[in-house]
């Protein structure tokens, strides 16, 4: 008794949600246009019960080879319920022409619907394989893979994209596909877009609804100028192709055919980039840019680096082209630069920035240019050359050697001519002259020790090998010492200002951080204490010394605001050299 108050309730439901939506007659093709030879279906839906009195249209300018079939159907789905009852002819028209197949009616609820008119293009015969239910030939009508590109003329270094779609109508199905030849693009830089998934979408193709799906899609920019070809994709398409027959369910009984599709072959036009008011400095740059010359620090002291960032942001070819150099004057030591590249790929091109660091270390106390720098790029837009030109940039150093002048150069002094007696002397004509006594050299004191000097030389060089021998084996020895003498090296400037506090403790601080730039390879002076122990934690250095050295930046910073001896400089230079030494032990 239950089963049947719960199925009556069910049905009571069902049908009240099938009496709640709105009503609607509507008309579909098979196709919008087609051969005089040809045929199309057309089907009338409605999406309600309780529909009557259907009246199809006047079909004047075709013939009726098929039906009317009437199919009905209801689904019920994540609890939407849904119904469609329709009306299908199968229409040949009877010569070509542009013509409108007029509204369909039926009657519902005492109120009579009509359908949508529909446009239909009739052109002339097309070639009909002697077989029309040839599933080659349907597979053929059916699917249609499509290369599509955003711009044919663009110019020579601006982005445009290619999509490969496939087009395939209601009327077949695919079950696999496999692209057997990829396209070349010869002339072009090219960059396959990723893109999520492959969502199946509607739309039309030669006037006919399909449903699609993009294959592929890359961008594209020319890289010379004159008629590019995309050569065609082909791929292996697995279609389900209806046979005219349906099962015992009434479901279609389909057959399946393996048949290759290509895409049409497209040409683009490139445009080369114009002659005129193109400037001098122009490097290849095609898009929307904006450009920036900065310095990290604007003051510091000889052997303190700076940073000088040239960098180009925006929208275009940013992978190709080169940024501006820079100029800077001769007492500014300058690196070569790092770059830097931070560069998306999307639909509509390339974005981002790229970015050239220059280090830069001056050596000499004063004040330098940096002159300004320039850069140009040609707008495809505005079909314009654009140039941004940056200001100057001015580094002062406070502190460091002096520049030497050309003023003590060695010159010589010009002076009048003395004379110094007559100008000319009498010839002597008589002499006093005596033989100068010499040792003869034969068999002298110098001689035997000469003589001699080889023979002792062998055991005294025999000596000195042993001990170079002995010397060479022992390597922690070694290492301690070259340890050592690389201490002293970076610490000789500290030691120089040994009794002069402030001095000296900026210098034991600017040693320590030379020695971890040439060690480690990057710029110290501009991380926290604890970047740097994580630095020397990644090349396994211990943590004991790795405390020392940190110690002995902090004595540096707390040192320069308390009271300290000469005694207490020389402790703090022997520490800093001790560390040193046995970092380099361990790096």
């Not at 992978?319 to 001769?330: A, G, S």
């Not at 003023?407 to 002597?428: C, E, H, L, P, W």
Request: proline fraction near 4%.
């Amino acid at each position: 008794m239950k089963l049947k108050i719960y199925i009556s309730l069910l049905v009571s439901f069902f049908t009240l949600a099938l009496s709640a939506q709105d009503a609607a007659l509507t008309a579909a093709v098979s196709k919008n246009k087609l051969g005089v030879n040809q045929r199309l279906r057309i089907e009338f839906s409605i999406n309600k019960q309780g529909a009557d009195n259907f009246k199809a249209p006047n079909f004047t300018n075709f013939k009726i080879v098929g039906g009317p079939s009437q199919s009905v159907s209801q689904s019920w789905i994540n609890g939407k319920v849904s119904f469609n009852q329709s009306y299908t002819y199968i229409l040949q028209p009877k010569r070509k022409g542009e013509f409108n197949i007029p509204s369909a009616s039926i009657e519902i609820d005492g109120k009579t619907l009509t359908s949508n008119p529909i446009k239909v293009i009739v052109l002339d015969a097309v070639d009909i394989p002697k077989n029309p239910n040839d599933p080659n030939y349907i597979a053929e009508q059916n699917i249609h893979l499509v290369a599509e590109i955003s711009k044919s003329q663009p110019y020579v270094g601006e982005g445009i994209y290619v999509e490969y779609r496939l087009y395939f109508s209601d009327n077949v199905g695919i079950y696999d596909n496999a692209i057997t030849e990829a396209p070349q693009y010869n002339g072009f830089w090219n960059q396959e877009i990723k893109r999520n998934g492959m969502g199946v979408k509607t739309g039309t193709y030669n006037g006919e609804n399909y449903r699609y799906a993009v294959l592929h899609k890359a961008l594209l920019i020319p890289t010379t100028s004159g008629k590019l070809t995309i050569d065609p994709m082909k791929m292996d398409i697995v279609v389900a192709v209806p046979t005219g027959r349906a099962d015992f369910f009434g479901n279609v009984i389909t057959r399946q055919v393996r048949k290759e599709f290509s895409s049409a072959k497209k040409v683009v036009n490139a445009r080369a980039l114009p002659l005129q008011n193109k400037p001098e400095g122009f490097t290849g740059a095609v898009g929307q840019f904006s450009f920036d010359v900065s310095l990290s620090k604007n003051t510091l002291k000889a052997n303190e680096s700076s940073q000088i960032k040239v960098s180009v942001n925006g929208k275009g070819n940013l992978k190709l082209f080169e940024l501006p150099k820079i100029e800077t004057p001769k007492e500014l030591e300058v690196y070569q630069p790092e770059r830097k590249e931070n560069v998306r790929i999307t639909g509509t091109g390339l974005s981002g920035s790229v970015t050239d660091s220059y280090t830069v270390v001056p050596e000499f106390k004063g004040k330098y240019r940096i002159p300004k720098t320039s850069f140009s790029y040609f707008n495809p837009k505005e079909k314009v050359y654009q140039t941004i030109t940056t200001d100057d940039l001015y580094v002062d150093v406070l502190e460091g050697k002096e520049i030497p002048t050309n003023s003590d150069a060695n010159t010589v002094a010009k002076q009048d001519v003395k004379v110094t007696g007559n100008d000319f002397r009498y010839i002597q004509t008589s002499t006093n002259l005596h033989p100068i006594k010499t040792d003869d050299f034969f068999k002298s004191t110098l001689f035997y020790v000469l003589l001699l000097l080889p023979i002792l030389a062998i055991p005294v060089g025999i000596f000195i090998q042993k001990k170079k021998e002995e010397r060479d084996s022992d390597i922690l020895g070694n290492k301690l010492r070259k340890a050592d003498k690389l201490a002293k090296k970076y610490l000789s400037e500290a030691q120089k200002q040994l009794g002069n506090k402030e001095a000296f403790y900026e210098a034991l601080e600017r040693a320590l951080h030379n020695y971890l730039k040439a060690k480690l390879g990057v710029e110290t002076s501009d991380i926290s204490r604890e970047k740097i122990t994580d630095l020397l934690a990644n090349k396994n250095v211990n943590k004991e010394t790795i405390n020392s050295f940190i110690q002995v930046f902090n004595n540096c910073d707390f040192a320069r605001y308390t009271p300290i001896t000469n005694v207490q400089m020389k402790e703090e230079y022997e520490k800093a050299k001790q560390v040193i030494t046995q970092l380099d032990r361990q790096l």
